[in-house]
Nanobody, 119 residues
Framework: QVQLMESGGGLVHPGGSLRLVCTAS????????IGWFRQVPGKEREDASCISKSGLTQNFAAFVKGRFSISRDNPKNTVTLQMRDLQPEDTAIYFCAVEEGCRGIGENWGPGTQVTVSV
């Protein structure tokens, strides 16, 4: 069974950028559609982006507004979420997960990485 681990979170100023990486172990990442979700404590987890197994299909939530891009490197077993023009409302814990069919339902969650956007 695939295990996922996020990295790349941190503290940035408004307008800044971060690159989050989801690394898989235990199975080939190429077998899975992968999603990036985020959650603010006390609020529902929301789906930010998803990429299909081949990388040809990429979905983004409306709140991304063209600021995020998603890519994958199957030989390296990684999926990357590049985020730019970050705003305080993007502050959350970001998780990667298996998201079969990119339907908004995640499983095999990683532990998450904190993203904080603050002056």
């Amino acid at each position: 069974q695939v295990q996922l681990m996020e990295s790349g979170g941190g503290l940035v100023h408004p307008g800044g950028s971060l690159r989050l990486v989801c690394t898989a172990s235990g199975a080939m990442l190429s077998n899975y559609d992968i999603g990036w979700f985020r959650q603010v404590p006390g609020k529902e987890r929301e789906d930010a982006s998803c990429i299909s197994k081949s990388g040809l299909t990429q979905n983004f939530a409306a709140f991304v507004k063209g600021r995020f891009s998603i890519s994958r490197d199957n030989p390296k077993n990684t999926v990357t979420l590049q985020m730019r023009d970050l705003q305080p409302e993007d502050t959350a814990i970001y998780f990667c997960a298996v998201e079969e069919g990119c339907r908004g339902i995640g499983e095999n969650w990683g532990p998450g990485t904190q993203v904080t956007v603050s002056v």
